[in-house]
T-cell receptor, first 116, second 119 residues
Framework: EAGVTQFPSHSVIEKGQTVTLRCDPISGHDNLYWYRRVMGKEIKFLLHFVKESKQDESGMPNNRFLAERTGGTYSTLKVQPAELEDSGVYFC??????????????FGPGTRLTVT | AQTVTQSQPEMSVQEAETVTLSCTYDTSESDYYLFWYKQPPSRQMILVIRQEAYKQQNATENRFSVNFQKAAKSFSLKISDSQLGDAAMYFCAYRSDLNSGGSNYKLTFGKGTLLTVNP
């Protein structure tokens, strides 16, 4: 079974540019999460999809960030325009439907974003 | 809001020895889960061990065990017989218990502890 994949693994962009990160969850996982780790700080929750719907986007920093999940499959996180403080590692995680009891969040390898 | 604190940014251990990583947390909830995740260099984060707050018995997974002190809100990870492959960043994390009516499924993480294993 393929794990959670993320693309690209690294991205270096200039301030003001746009970047789109992609996450492919484990097949069949309804829940998809985005997290971010800024250097030296905690990994922080950004948002949560259940299928194609945003369940909770309380962690999104501001309206420069836009997340979508097309057809309940893969998800994209767009940053437009990027600012220096957006640099960090963006993690995606997925988990099965809630009605299966305890579920583990399976993490992708992350996308390292550097804004210069 | 819940918070998780890992007070050891870095730890080192000799191969075959035992090391304990510390984690404290703050919450007003009575039912929740605690986790230790491991992220090896350039690899994805994986779940090492989890503890349900309602269970008094400490969780154990092979060489990994926890010391869960609910009243003290402490959740340390002990790695026995350390191996070179244990070298990684370790994150402590908290999650509300959905089955008890909690609505927060998101994980709250600490800053992490970088573990080095010396041969």
């Amino acid at each position: 079974e393929a794990g959670v994949t993320q693309f690209p693994s690294h991205s270096v962009i200039e301030k003001g540019q746009t970047v789109t990160l992609r996450c492919d969850p484990i097949s069949g996982h309804d829940n998809l999460y985005w997290y971010r780790r800024v250097m030296g700080k905690e990994i922080k929750f950004l948002l949560h999809f259940v299928k194609e719907s945003k369940q909770d986007e309380s962690g999104m920093p501001n309206n420069r960030f836009l997340a979508e999940r097309t057809g309940g499959t893969y998800s994209t996180l767009k940053v437009q325009p990027a600012e220096l403080e957006d640099s960090g590692v963006y993690f995606c995680a997925s988990s099965p439907a809630w009605d299966r009891g305890f579920y583990e969040q399976y993490f992708g390898p992350g996308t390292r974003l550097t804004v210069t | 809001a819940q918070t998780v604190t890992q007070s050891q940014p870095e730890m080192s251990v000799q191969e075959a020895e035992t090391v304990t990583l510390s984690c404290t947390y703050d919450t007003s909830e009575s039912d929740y889960y605690l986790f230790w995740y491991k992220q090896p260099p350039s690899r994805q984060m994986i779940l090492v061990i989890r503890q349900e707050a309602y269970k008094q018995q400490n969780a154990t997974e092979n060489r990994f065990s926890v010391n869960f002190q609910k009243a003290a809100k402490s959740f340390s990870l002990k790695i026995s017989d350390s191996q070179l492959g244990d070298a990684a960043m370790y994150f402590c994390a908290y999650r509300s218990d959905l089955n008890s009516g909690g609505s927060n499924y998101k994980l709250t993480f600490g800053k992490g502890t970088l573990l080095t294993v010396n041969p």
